[in-house]
């Protein structure tokens, strides 16, 4: 079983819409939560941090995390085509460093 | 405040050679950590340096290897290259060592091995 699981997609969502991202980690104990988007070509780029179970907002995006669950979401509201990207899901389980999920391709329709 | 540089942005090698990155981190950042990035494998965890020191190790041969000076600039090697070795290599900068704080990656180096 993987660390961390993210869909790979691709997810198409039209613009204006609300987008989904889903990631399921297998370490209980994990604690640090981090969502990464990449666009083609570009390295990861940091766009949300969560720490404790519920929801953490900034700007468009909302990040949940359920511990008891071990899953974690980003949502995207308002969709724009400039959120096309690869949106990829880390995980910290407290011994190593990051696991990454291979990520979930959003494509933002105009 | 400048962001993570990684020099140099791009690298052609042959198999067999051995080839050296540079990563500067963020200011007052200590931590730093390099990962692969495949398409095939996604991004994987190469190994961290904190205060000079390697903290943690992923599950790479020993032809990959790291050091960290004390102006916390980290440099990363691999010796013998293989074909296998071609990929985007990334580093990333943290305040806290382990994973447990924000990482900020730089823009990676890719390279590829012919």
């Known amino acids: 079983q993987k660390e961390v699981e993210q869909n790979s997609g691709p997810l198409s969502v039209p613009e204006g819409a609300i987008a989904s991202l889903n990631c399921t980690y297998s370490d209980r104990g994990s604690q640090s939560f981090f969502w990464y988007r990449q666009y083609s070509g570009k390295s990861p780029e940091l766009i949300m941090s969560i720490y404790s179970n519920g929801d953490k907002e900034d700007g468009r995006f909302t990040a949940q995390l359920n511990k008891a669950s071990q899953y974690v979401s980003l949502l995207i509201r308002d969709s724009q085509p400039s959120d096309s990207a690869t949106y990829l899901c880390a995980v910290n389980p407290g011994a190593n460093n990051l696991f990454f999920g291979t990520g979930t391709r959003l494509t933002v329709i105009p | 405040k400048a962001g993570v540089t990684q020099t140099p942005r791009y690298l052609i090698k042959t198999r067999g050679q051995q080839v050296t990155l540079s990563c500067s981190p963020i200011s007052g950042h200590r931590s730093v950590s390099w990962y692969q990035q495949t398409p095939g494998q996604g991004l994987q965890f190469l190994f961290e340096?904190?205060?000079?020191?390697?903290?943690n190790k992923g599950n790479f041969p020993g032809r990959f290897s790291g050091r960290q000076f004390s102006n916390s600039r980290s440099e990363m090697n691999v010796s013998t290259l293989e074909l296998g070795d071609s990929a985007l290599y990334l580093c990333?900068?943290?305040?806290?060592?382990?994973?447990?704080?924000?990482?900020?990656f730089g823009p990676g180096t890719r390279l590829t091995v012919l």
């Open positions: 340096y904190f205060s000079e020191t390697q903290r």
């Open positions: 990333a900068s943290s305040f806290i060592s382990g994973g447990a704080g924000e990482q900020f």
